[in-house]
C-alpha cells in the first residue's frame, strides 16, 4: 500500500497568493522527502528534497517544512505563478526506492 | 528530458497482445525506474534495475517484465497485455550513491501512454 498521502487531491489559489501543499507520511526510517511537480503532459519534475534530520529547507520561491513528531511535510510556494499550475507529489525516499503520494492538483486563479 | 527518451510515447492494443516499451538513457546512470501512473494512486513502482543484468520487482510488477542488456537501455514488457494495464508509463533513471551523497533524485521521462482495448 501506500504510505505516503497527500491531504488535499486540489487545491485553487489566486495568482500572486501563497500556496501551501501538505503531505502526511508513515515510514519514519525514511532518509529523504522529495517534492516534485508534473506539468501537464509531461514527467514529474524535480523541485526540492529535504533530508530526514532537517525541520525546514528553502528554495527558490519553494519552502519545505518537516514536522517529524505529526509525520507531515509541506510544501510552500510563494508569490504563486501561473506557471505553477501543476499536480505536486510528495514522495518518501528509502535508500534507492521512491514511494509516492497521490498528488495534489493546484490551479492558480488569475 | 535531461537524456532520457521513452518509446513509443503513446500505443494502443488488443487485450492479450505483448507490448514492450522502450527507456533510454545517455547519462550512464546505473539506476533506472518503471513506474506506472493511475488517477488516484500517483506513481507505483513496477520494476526497477540497479545495474546491467542485475533487476529486482517493485510493488506492482505481477504481469510485468523486464530487461537490462545495456547500461542505456531498460525494456518493460507486457507479456499479455489486459485491460487493466492501461496506464502511462513513466521511466526514470538516477544516479544514486547513497543516503550519504543525497537524496535519490529521480529524473523522469516523458512518458508512455499504453491503451489495451
Known amino acids: 500500500g501506500e504510505s505516503v498521502g497527500l491531504h488535499l487531491p486540489t487545491l485553487s489559489v489566486q495568482e500572486g497568493d501563497n500556496s501551501i501543499i501538505n503531505c502526511a507520511y508513515s515510514n519514519s526510517a525514511s532518509d529523504y522527502f522529495i517534492w516534485y511537480k508534473q506539468e501537464s503532459g509531461k514527467g514529474p519534475q524535480f523541485i526540492i528534497d529535504?533530508?530526514?534530520?532537517?525541520d525546514k529547507r528553502q528554495g527558490q520561491r519553494v519552502t519545505v517544512l518537516l514536522n517529524k513528531t505529526v509525520k507531515h511535510l509541506s510544501l510552500q510556494i510563494a508569490a504563486t505563478q501561473p506557471g505553477d499550475s501543476a499536480v505536486y507529489f510528495c514522495a518518501e525516499n528509502d535508500d534507492y526506492k521512491l514511494s509516492f503520494g497521490a498528488g495534489t492538483t493546484v490551479t492558480v486563479r488569475a | 528530458d535531461a537524456g532520457i527518451t521513452q518509446s513509443p510515447r503513446h500505443k494502443v492494443t488488443e487485450t492479450g497482445t505483448p507490448v514492450t516499451l522502450r527507456c533510454h538513457q545517455t547519462?550512464?546512470?546505473?539506476?533506472m525506474y518503471w513506474y506506472r501512473q493511475d488517477p488516484g494512486h500517483g506513481l507505483r513502482l513496477i520494476h526497477y534495475s540497479y545495474g546491467v543484468k542485475d533487476t529486482d520487482k517493485g510493488e506492482v510488477s505481477d504481469g510485468y517484465s523486464v530487461s537490462r542488456s545495456k547500461t542505456e537501455d531498460f525494456l518493460l514488457t507486457l507479456e499479455s497485455a489486459t485491460s487493466s494495464q492501461t496506464s502511462v508509463y513513466f521511466c526514470a533513471i538516477s544516479d544514486y550513491r547513497g543516503p550519504s551523497s543525497g537524496a535519490n533524485v529521480l529524473t523522469f521521462g516523458a512518458g508512455s501512454r499504453l491503451t489495451v482495448l
Open positions: 529535504i533530508r530526514s534530520n532537517m
Open positions: 547519462e550512464n546512470h546505473r539506476y
